[in-house]
């Protein structure tokens, strides 16, 4: 995850959340709070070198999570499912979760479902078709 999400879910006053190690991709993030630095780490720099390194670790499937970082991904062609959720409510500003692409990436829709009876959530792998 990126910065801003990271920071947005320590403002959440809660218990952390995860049980899985974090990553948090920042340039501008120095240091994990003290009672989180075995449960987060901080990485930096080429985001194929830092999947290396996350990857050597044994960690292979990755949620990516934060617009600019989903952004980063997608600009280096990195990402190969997308699990989009709508929520039904429409905020008026915020960070784009796509932005521009220099390709366009093609995506299929494998399936589709409703919560909650008004929260889609459609579930998109990478088609390499042309």
Request: charged residues 20%.
């Amino acid at each position: 995850m990126g910065r801003h999400t990271f920071e947005t879910v320590l403002g959440f006053d809660i218990p952390w959340p995860y049980e899985k190690p974090v990553y948090v991709m920042s340039t501008t993030l120095k240091q994990i709070p003290k009672e989180l630095q075995d449960k987060v780490f901080l990485v930096q720099g080429n985001l194929k070198d830092v999947l290396k390194d996350i990857h050597s670790n044994g960690h292979l499937s990755l949620y990516i999570d934060g617009g600019k970082t989903i952004q980063s991904f997608l600009k280096e062609d990195l990402i190969d499912e997308i699990i989009i959720t709508q929520i039904p409510v429409i905020l008026g500003e915020g960070i784009s979760l796509f932005g521009p692409l220099d390709q366009m990436l093609k995506f299929q829709c494998i399936s589709s479902q409703i919560f909650v009876e008004k929260v889609p959530q459609l579930h998109y792998i990478r088609s390499h078709e042309k």
